[in-house]
């Protein structure tokens, strides 16, 4: 008889991949990185993770569809569409007090030179090593100011997308342009 059986046998069990947020900074390090620096060993040093950590994340992406399934290769359109209209509320930022660290969204190249900087303390992630004195503004992942330490353009691109994060209106247009600019070159 059927509602005699053991309900739980009837289940199906559904895996659920959710993107983390150091799968950003894995996508936005595939569209900047060459070819050849595409494997896993190489990624995980450039961007101060583990190699298990990339694997998973490439995973991730594949399963939203944000990379093709077999290749490393970015699907623009799609990872476009995410980091300009989703970020802002899959990954909100933390902001917290005063500390030294590297500066970011508006505070950084390629914004700082394209909006007139207030007068009030800039954000930056915080690290002892940073530059400038701001509030602090939290990075996508622990190792972010490490990793844009090592690469200039990934430091353009996760200060564009921390403005997605946490700009004002003028500040997410002037980013929006920017970022797409830099996807579509890649």
Not at 90 to 115: C, F, Q, V
Request: charged letters at 25%; a positive charge.
């Amino acid at each position: 008889m059927i509602a005699d059986r053991d309900q739980r046998s009837c289940m199906w069990y559904t895996v659920i991949m959710v993107l983390k947020p150091q799968d950003v900074v894995i996508l936005l390090a595939m569209f900047i990185t060459d070819e050849s620096e595409k494997s896993n060993r190489s990624l995980a040093a450039s961007l101060c993770m583990s190699t298990s950590e990339i694997s998973s994340g490439l995973n991730r992406l594949r399963s939203a569809r944000l990379l093709h399934s077999d290749t490393k290769k970015p699907m623009k359109r799609a990872a476009e569409e995410f980091l300009v209209f989703g970020i802002k509320y899959a990954y909100p930022p933390d902001r917290n007090g005063l500390t030294r660290g590297y500066p970011t969204s508006y505070a950084a190249p390629p914004l700082s030179g394209l909006i007139l900087q207030p007068e009030t303390d800039p954000p930056v992630w915080p690290d002892p090593n940073g530059p400038l004195r701001g509030y602090s503004f939290s990075p996508l992942y622990k190792t972010v100011p490490q990793a844009a330490a090592k690469n200039p353009k990934l430091y353009e691109m996760l200060v564009l997308i921390d403005a997605l994060r946490d700009g004002k209106p003028r500040e997410v247009e002037i980013a929006v342009h920017e970022l797409k600019k830099r996807l579509q070159a890649e």
